[in-house]
């Protein structure tokens, strides 16, 4: 791994804490009695959605554990999953977009924002689970793919 390529990989570790921001927000509301629940909701959105753009800084050659390795070298579970990643990304932006533009200034405009920066974050996602698709197919990688672990 190039030194370029760790760097980036050991940035990607930042999506840990943003995503404990997240749910900060998150859980922030049952201990305020509801007050503020959409702002707080808002920020979780934006927080998911920048570490969801960390996470797709890592080494798209390596899995992170055996489940996303399972689907990753499956061609039907793979096209699954980015039939899913690309569905819930496209959702997300036209819903944020749509609710940023048309609706008036206030929560559901700062919602859909948060909406809107966590569908970009998916965009990332779904472009580094591409490359993940195409780095652990067996179909295309063959016996050459597979661990000792891997009985197939």
Sequence with gaps: MSPITRAFHAVSYLQYPLLLVSLFYVVQPYFDGFHGFW???????????????????QDTTRTQNAFSKRIWQDP??????????????????????????AAPAGIVQDVAFG???????????????IEMYENHRLDKHGADARTPSDPR
């Design 76 to 101: 039907r579970k793979g096209r699954h999953a980015l039939i899913v990643l690309a569905a819930s990304a496209a959702v997300m932006l036209v819903v944020g977009l749509y609710g940023f533009l």
């Design 115 to 129: 909406l809107l920066m966590l569908g970009i974050g998916y965009v990332g996602l779904l472009k580094a689970a």
């Design 39 to 57: 702002q707080s909701f808002n920020k979780a959105l934006i927080f998911a959605g920048v570490a969801i753009s960390f996470s797709t800084l």
